[in-house]
Antibody, heavy 120, light 106 residues
Framework: QVQLVQSEAVVKKPGASVKVSCKASGYTFTSYYMHWVRQAPGQGLEWMGIINPSGGSTNYAQKFQGRVTMTRDTSTSTVYMELSSLRSEDTAVYFC?????????????WGQGTLVTVSS | DIQMTQSPSTLSASVGDRVTITCRASQSISIYLAWYQQKPGKAPKLLIYKASSLESGVPSRFSGSGSGTEFTLTISSLQPDDFATYYCQQYNSYCTFGQGTKLEIK
């Protein structure tokens, strides 16, 4: 069965960077694009960007361009999302989510979420 | 960017009720709309895609309709497990979510 397992919760100071991982299993890793979506406490869902695990190409939401980097490791079927220059407003649960089809922007499987807390 | 607006923000209903949630897009998105259900502390769950296609394993009491800029999610007879927050999402141009509709027990 398809599973997306994310890294554990983390606390970071303002100005630092965070790197969240998402390990995929139960399907061919390189056949489905992966997205990152975040949710601030008590708020809605916000799309951050997409990575093609096959070639590594990415496309980021304009809001995060310059601060986010998405990468992948095909040997371990893992995608990563790194967010830099953290501020308190980046406190949120970060989800990886599998695109339903190639370059599709809706999602059939989600990770369990990783809480990133930005606090001094 | 395409903006998505859901109404109502909160909906109080009882088990067995028929409920409808509306989602409006700031410009036409054809039928490229999905609906998700989210429970506290959990990831969203895909219910509907392409405006009206039911995801595998989702109960048939859930249905979606619409095209262009106006869409609805209907639950025909509310069950206790349905009390949750619902989000619409457009994927005609990248991805944008609505702000959510919290479905509460009356």
């Amino acid at each position: 069965q398809v599973q997306l397992v994310q890294s554990e919760a983390v606390v970071k100071k303002p100005g630092a960077s965070v790197k969240v991982s998402c390990k995929a299993s139960g399907y061919t890793f390189t056949s489905y694009y992966m997205h990152w979506v975040r949710q601030a406490p008590g708020q809605g869902l916000e799309w951050m960007g997409i990575i093609n695990p096959s070639g590594g190409s990415t496309n980021y939401a304009q809001k995060f361009q310059g601060r986010v980097t998405m990468t992948r490791d095909t040997s371990t079927s893992t995608v990563y999302m790194e967010l830099s220059s953290l501020r308190s407003e980046d406190t949120a649960v970060y989800f990886c989510a599998r695109g339903v089809a190639t370059n599709s922007y809706y999602f059939d499987y989600w990770g369990q979420g990783t809480l990133v807390t930005v606090s001094s | 960017d395409i903006q998505m607006t859901q109404s109502p923000s909160t909906l109080s209903a009882s088990v067995g009720d028929r409920v409808t949630i509306t989602c409006r897009a700031s410009q036409s998105i054809s039928i490229y709309l999905a609906w998700y259900q989210q429970k506290p502390g959990k990831a969203p769950k895909l219910l509907i895609y392409k405006a009206s296609s039911l995801e595998s394993g989702v109960p048939s009491r859930f249905s979606g309709s619409g095209s262009g800029t106006e869409f609805t999610l209907t639950i025909s007879s509310l069950q206790p497990d349905d009390f949750a927050t619902y989000y619409c999402q457009q994927y005609n141009s990248y991805c944008t979510f609505g702000q959510g509709t919290k479905l509460e027990i009356k």
